[in-house]
C-alpha cells in the first residue's frame, strides 16, 4: 500500500456545457502555435496571414493523423461498434506523431503550391508544435487518461476507481494505489523546455534552414522513450516493446539523418529570423 504525504487531484469533470475540455485544451494548443508561428514568420519579414492559410488545411491534417494513428496502433480497442468508435474523439485517442507526420506534410504542400519557401516557414513553425502538445496534454488530465504507475512523491496524481481500467489489475485498488505518475505533466513540460530549445537553437543559427525539426524530433523521441517506460495503460506490442517505443526510436534516428544529411544549403530559401521586440 502507498503512503500518500500530498498529490494532485484529478478534476470530477471533463467538459464546459457542451465543450468537451480534451478538445479545448488541443484547441487552445493550436491557437498558440499558430500565434508563435506567425510572429516567428513575421520576425522574418513575411506575411503573417501565410502562417493562418497553411493552418487551415495542416491542422486537419495533423487531427485526421494523429486519429489514423491512435485507430491502427490501438485497433483491438474498436471492436464493439467500430465505425462509431472510429469518429468519436471526444473521449480521446490522439496519436501525436501521426498527427505531426501529416500536419506538417500538409502544411508543406500548401506552403508550396502558394509560393511559400519551404525550409524558412518549416523553422518558423516548428517551435509551436511542442507549444501546442505542452498545452494540448492537459487534457488527459481532465480525462483521467495515459498516467504512469503507482507513486507516492509529492506531484503524484489521484486517479478514480472508475478511470483504471486498461490498466494491470493489480494496481486497479483505490486504497492500495491511491495515486500514479503524472506523465501528462511530465511531457507537458518536457516539451515546453523543448520549445525553448528550439528558440535558442534557431537564433544562434546551429543548423541549416529547414533542419529546425531535427532538433524537434530529437528531443521529443527522447522525451516520449523515457514516458513510455514510465506509462502502464495498455498498449499494442510489437516485439515485445510498445509501439511508441519503437516510434520514438524511428524519430530519433530521423533526426540525426535530417542533420547529418549532406545535402546543399539553397540560399534561395535563406531568410534572416529577426527578434520579435517586446512590444510587437
Request: aromatic letters at 10%.
Amino acid at each position: 500500500m502507498i503512503s500518500v504525504i500530498a498529490a494532485i487531484p484529478s478534476p470530477s469533470f471533463n467538459s464546459i456545457g457542451p465543450f468537451n475540455i480534451y478538445g479545448l485544451c488541443i484547441a487552445l494548443g493550436v491557437v498558440a502555435a499558430v500565434w508563435l508561428g506567425q510572429r516567428r514568420w513575421e520576425a522574418m519579414g513575411q506575411d503573417p496571414e501565410d502562417i493562418a492559410a497553411i493552418a487551415i488545411w495542416g491542422v486537419p491534417g495533423g487531427v485526421i493523423g494523429a486519429r489514423l494513428y491512435h485507430v491502427i496502433t490501438d485497433w483491438h480497442r474498436f471492436s464493439g461498434e467500430p465505425i462509431t468508435e472510429i469518429f468519436n474523439i471526444r473521449g480521446g485517442g490522439l496519436g501525436i506523431p501521426g498527427g505531426m507526420f501529416l500536419g506538417v506534410l500538409t502544411g508543406l504542400l500548401v506552403a508550396r503550391r502558394r509560393g511559400i519557401p519551404v525550409k524558412p516557414v518549416l523553422d518558423a513553425v516548428v517551435p509551436g508544435l511542442p507549444l501546442a502538445q505542452a498545452i494540448g496534454r492537459w487534457g488527459n488530465w481532465f480525462n483521467q487518461e495515459v498516467f504512469g504507475g503507482p507513486t507516492s512523491l509529492p506531484w503524484a496524481l489521484e486517479i478514480d476507481g472508475q478511470h483504471r481500467n486498461g490498466i494491470p489489475e493489480e494496481f486497479q485498488d483505490v486504497e492500495a494505489f491511491p495515486t500514479f505518475h503524472p506523465t501528462f505533466l511530465y511531457e507537458s513540460l518536457w516539451n515546453l523546455a523543448l520549445v525553448g530549445v528550439l528558440l535558442w537553437a534557431d537564433s544562434k543559427r546551429l543548423l541549416k534552414r529547414g533542419r529546425l525539426i531535427a532538433i524537434y524530433l530529437i528531443g521529443y523521441g527522447i522525451g516520449r522513450l523515457w514516458l513510455e517506460t514510465v506509462r502502464i495503460d495498455s498498449a499494442t506490442e510489437v516485439l515485445g516493446l510498445r509501439v511508441n517505443i519503437w516510434m520514438s526510436l524511428a524519430l530519433i534516428v530521423g533526426g540525426i539523418v535530417i542533420i547529418a544529411w549532406p545535402g546543399r544549403n539553397d540560399r534561395s530559401d535563406e531568410v534572416v529570423l529577426e527578434p520579435v521586440s517586446a512590444s510587437a
